[in-house]
């Protein structure tokens, strides 16, 4: 099974951003809702935003009005700009492609290998 690719990954101090990318080799990426996660040290993974195939997106609570997720079919991608990081937000940052059209829990289709995301005070 082909893997999504991730990109973007890095360290910056509080306050900076990075943008992260994601491609998908599905040729019919533009059906599948598409998603983004992650995961801390010693904690679990969780959801940092999601869109549908419709572009409706969805946000967890403390990313929201920092992070944007968007999707350009054309390009078989999705990223994620993140803006006004912070230390806690240091995790490493997973794509994933659900099973459908809609961003449903525990409906994954495939997952990227992760990018490292660190933040500094």
């Known amino acids: 099974q082909v893997q999504l690719v991730e990109s973007g990954g890095g360290s910056v101090q509080a306050g900076e951003s990075l943008r992260l990318s994601c491609t998908d080799p599905?040729?019919?990426?533009?059906?599948?809702?598409m998603g983004w996660y992650r995961q801390a040290p010693g904690k679990q993974r969780e959801l940092v935003a999601s869109i549908t195939s419709s572009e409706r997106k969805e946000y967890a609570d403390s990313v929201k009005g920092r992070f944007t997720i968007s999707r350009d079919d054309a390009k078989n991608t999705v990223n994620l700009q993140m803006n006004n990081l912070r230390p806690v937000d240091t995790a490493v940052y997973y794509c994933?492609?659900?099973?459908?059209?809609?961003?449903?829990?525990?409906?994954?289709?495939?997952w990227g290998q992760g990018t490292q995301v660190t933040v500094s005070s």
């Open positions: 599905i040729r019919t990426f533009a059906m599948y809702a």
């Open positions: 994933v492609r659900y099973s459908g059209s809609y961003a449903l829990a525990n409906s994954y289709a495939s």
